[in-house]
């Protein structure tokens, strides 16, 4: 979906600037920075003016997306009286050769819903939420997190898909027996009896999850972060000579490499905020990311023991030798296979319960950058439709749609309340029931889903 091109993003919250003349004062954060200050006033102003129209038609559900003809505004309202608005402008101004305008697609508000809600995840696991940070160390010092966060996961947006798998924010695992995760399981546990102080883990292999304690939320929002900051914390800052690094501090040990934190904003960040369902105080924790024989292992703990060095050699004494045996054996365990591109049959595979996702319409790399999607864009776009759809029926009750697109790909839907699964066939599958048979071989993999006769 690269018909779409940011047009600024704004953070506000309308009681800081309650009065007509004091209305620059509610502007948290705007991008571009370069706009001048009579178009943000008046940018911020429609914003505020829309959102609080909408709700007076249903005060249960925020404005989420208004649409002109050449841009799309969307709405995320994370916390009590705090927006954040992304607005998007069509490439070219949306002119196409024929003089028309061609409008953007309404899937994007999925998609970018799904994006700032990941980006107020993250912002929240450094800082503990917008609130947190505004009424502990005050305004001044909320908006500059905020304008050094978001200018820089902006600088991501070239990198994502912009379609389904952004929509799901879904997890990758690493294919193990039973066996297998019982005695990584078994490792961690003898390390928490030599360090007490740990409170959660998450582990990962080649990027792929194989052990997390934390809640969906927190192991999303903690794997995007790992993600995000690959380059200086799980990839390339781990085969680096010891050195102290934008202030992160990498260690060498006998078995792998550990680093205390991860470089945020102008500063190593050693800390990271657990968000409580109940809501509740954050849980404030230490971050030690240790890596060793290409796992990764992420350690929050409740009080770090002084000296520092003492701890890390202690993880590494423990956990180091088993990592090496462990390593090996699961070299041997089945890997995603990915079909390739001119296969007549992609799917696209989420597990509502754990948030596992699987896809061979996407292209995988060894890179930390995410996956190039195989599908055309009209195809893409009705799977993201079709997810809409879902979205606004009874999860108790299964639904199957199948439609065929302009570009004669066809594309069926399965959902059930734990599972959903899109499958596209392209133009060689020559009619519906041709699709309905291969459909129903690829769901014979999942327990719980089949397509209808």
Same mark, same amino acid.
């Given at each position: 979906?690269?018909? #779409?091109?940011?047009?600024?993003?704004?953070?506000?919250?309308?009681?800081?600037?309650?009065?007509?003349?004091?209305?620059?004062?509610?502007?948290?954060? @705007?991008?571009?920075?370069?706009?001048?200050?009579?178009?943000?006033?008046?940018?911020?102003?429609? *914003?505020?003016?829309?959102?609080?129209?909408?709700?007076?038609?249903?005060?249960?559900?925020?404005?989420?997306?208004?649409?002109?003809?050449? %841009?799309?505004?969307?709405?995320?309202?994370?916390?009590?009286?705090?927006?954040?608005?992304?607005?998007?402008? #069509?490439?070219?101004?949306?002119?196409?050769?024929?003089?028309?305008?061609?409008?953007?697609?309404?899937?994007?508000?999925?998609?970018?819903?799904?994006?700032?809600?990941?980006?107020?995840?993250?912002?929240?696991? *450094?800082?503990?939420?917008?609130?947190?940070? *505004?009424?502990?160390?005050?305004?001044?010092?909320?908006?500059?997190?905020?304008?050094?966060?978001?200018?820089?996961?902006?600088?991501?947006?070239?990198?994502?898909?912009?379609?389904?798998?952004?929509?799901?924010?879904?997890?990758? @695992?690493?294919?193990?027996?039973?066996?297998?995760?019982?005695?990584?399981?078994?490792?961690? /546990?003898?390390?928490?009896?030599?360090?007490?102080?740990? =409170?959660?883990?998450? #582990?990962?292999?080649?990027?792929?999850?194989? +052990?997390?304690?934390?809640?969906?939320?927190?192991?999303?929002?903690?794997?995007?972060?790992?993600?995000?900051?690959?380059?200086?914390?799980?990839?390339?800052?781990?085969?680096?000579?010891?050195?102290?690094? /934008?202030?992160? /501090?990498?260690?060498?040990?006998?078995?792998?490499?550990?680093?205390?934190?991860? +470089?945020?904003?102008?500063?190593?960040?050693?800390?990271?905020?657990?968000?409580?369902?109940?809501?509740?105080?954050?849980?404030?924790?230490?971050?030690?990311?240790?890596? #060793?024989?290409?796992?990764?292992?992420?350690?929050?703990?409740?009080?770090?023991?002084? !000296?520092?060095?003492?701890?890390?050699?202690?993880?590494?004494?423990?956990?180091?030798?088993?990592?090496?045996?462990?390593?090996?054996?699961?070299?041997?365990?089945? %890997?995603?296979?990915?079909?390739? !591109?001119?296969?007549?049959? =992609?799917?696209?595979?989420?597990?509502?319960?754990?948030?596992?996702?699987?896809?061979?319409?996407?292209?995988?790399?060894? /890179?930390?950058? !995410?996956?190039?999607?195989?599908?055309?864009?009209?195809?893409?776009?009705?799977?993201?439709?079709?997810?809409?759809?879902?979205?606004?029926?009874?999860?108790?009750?299964?639904?199957?749609?199948?439609?065929?697109?302009?570009?004669?790909?066809?594309?069926?839907?399965?959902?059930?309340?734990?599972?959903?699964?899109?499958?596209?066939?392209? !133009?060689?599958?020559?009619?519906?029931?041709?699709?309905?048979?291969?459909?129903?071989?690829?769901?014979?993999?999942?327990?719980?889903?089949?397509?209808?006769?």
């Amino acid at each position: 979906m690269n018909d #779409a091109k940011l047009d600024s993003l704004v953070v506000y919250n309308s009681k800081f600037g309650p009065k007509e003349y004091e209305a620059e004062k509610k502007i948290l954060f @705007y991008q571009p920075e370069s706009e001048n200050l009579g178009n943000k006033l008046l940018n911020v102003g429609l *914003f505020e003016a829309l959102s609080k129209f909408t709700l007076d038609f249903n005060p249960k559900e925020p404005c989420e997306m208004v649409s002109t003809e050449r %841009r799309k505004h969307i709405f995320s309202n994370p916390e009590p009286d705090y927006w954040v608005v992304i607005s998007l402008a #069509a490439v070219n101004d949306g002119q196409m050769a024929n003089g028309k305008i061609k409008q953007l697609d309404d899937c994007l508000k999925s998609v970018f819903l799904a994006v700032l809600k990941s980006w107020h995840g993250r912002f929240s696991m *450094f800082y503990g939420s917008f609130t947190h940070l *505004f009424e502990s160390r005050g305004k001044l010092i909320l908006m500059e997190k905020l304008r050094s966060f978001y200018t820089r996961v902006l600088s991501e947006l070239q990198y994502l898909c912009f379609d389904i798998l952004t929509i799901y924010g879904g997890l990758y @695992y690493k294919q193990l027996t039973s066996a297998q995760f019982l005695d990584f399981h078994s490792h961690l /546990s003898g390390l928490r009896d030599k360090v007490p102080n740990i =409170q959660h883990c998450l #582990a990962m292999h080649e990027g792929n999850m194989i +052990f997390s304690n934390l809640n969906r939320e927190n192991s999303t929002n903690l794997i995007d972060i790992l993600k995000s900051h690959s380059n200086s914390t799980t990839h390339s800052l781990f085969t680096r000579p010891d050195q102290s690094i /934008s202030g992160l /501090s990498i260690y060498q040990l006998h078995h792998g490499r550990c680093c205390s934190g991860i +470089f945020e904003g102008s500063k190593n960040s050693n800390w990271i905020y657990l968000g409580q369902k109940d809501g509740g105080e954050y849980e404030k924790l230490q971050l030690i990311i240790y890596q #060793a024989y290409k796992i990764t292992i992420c350690l929050l703990l409740e009080k770090l023991e002084l !000296p520092f060095t003492d701890t890390i050699k202690k993880i590494d004494a423990q956990i180091g030798p088993q990592l090496h045996t462990f390593a090996t054996r699961i070299q041997s365990a089945p %890997r995603l296979t990915v079909e390739h !591109p001119d296969s007549n049959m =992609q799917y696209i595979y989420f597990k509502k319960d754990d948030l596992a996702t699987e896809s061979t319409c996407h292209a995988y790399s060894n /890179s930390s950058r !995410p996956c190039r999607c195989l599908l055309p864009n009209p195809a893409m776009k009705v799977i993201c439709h079709l997810e809409d759809m879902f979205k606004n029926m009874d999860t108790r009750q299964e639904a199957e749609l199948i439609c065929k697109v302009h570009n004669n790909y066809w594309v069926g839907a399965k959902s059930n309340s734990n599972q959903e699964i899109f499958i596209a066939g392209n !133009p060689k599958i020559s009619n519906l029931i041709h699709f309905n048979e291969e459909a129903r071989k690829i769901v014979l993999k999942f327990n719980g889903l089949s397509f209808s006769d």
